[in-house]
């Protein structure tokens, strides 16, 4: 069993960075950052393989968004700049059974967190 917690969220205005944090209790394979928006289906941000080699981003934010991991401290972050009012979501964290590649879809993932929210103002 693993269980995830994130932090970092909270109000930036459009330009501004944040940097999620999501803490892992338990062994973790692929991780990645998922949001939804209201209304909207929840939608892949970024992955990273369990040992940092690899990351894949969704469209809507490369360029802009950097994931990382920090084993050591069994942590993944994503870095997030030049933040856009479409940014807007309730940002996941997730993990996946033992896998060593990229992970894109939710339903790929076995453990998720609570959640925090992040608000892009314009």
């Known amino acids: 069993q693993v269980q995830l917690v994130e932090s970092g969220g909270g109000l930036v205005q459009a330009g501004g960075s944040l940097r999620l944090s999501c803490a892992a209790s338990g062994r973790t394979y692929a991780m990645g950052w998922f949001r939804q928006a209201p209304g909207k289906e929840r939608e892949f941000v970024a992955c990273?393989?369990?040992?940092?080699?690899?990351?894949s981003y969704g469209d809507s934010v490369k360029g802009r968004f950097t994931i990382s991991r920090d084993n050591a401290k069994n942590t993944v972050y994503l870095q997030m700049s030049s933040l856009k009012p479409e940014d807007t979501a309730v940002y996941y964290c997730?993990?996946?059974?033992?896998?060593?590649?990229?992970?894109?879809?939710?339903?790929?993932?076995?453990?998720w967190g609570q959640g925090t929210q992040v608000t892009v103002s314009s």
């Open positions: 997730a993990s996946s059974a033992p896998y060593l590649g990229i992970l894109v879809r939710p339903r790929e993932y076995d453990y």
């Open positions: 990273i393989t369990w040992t940092g080699g690899s990351t």
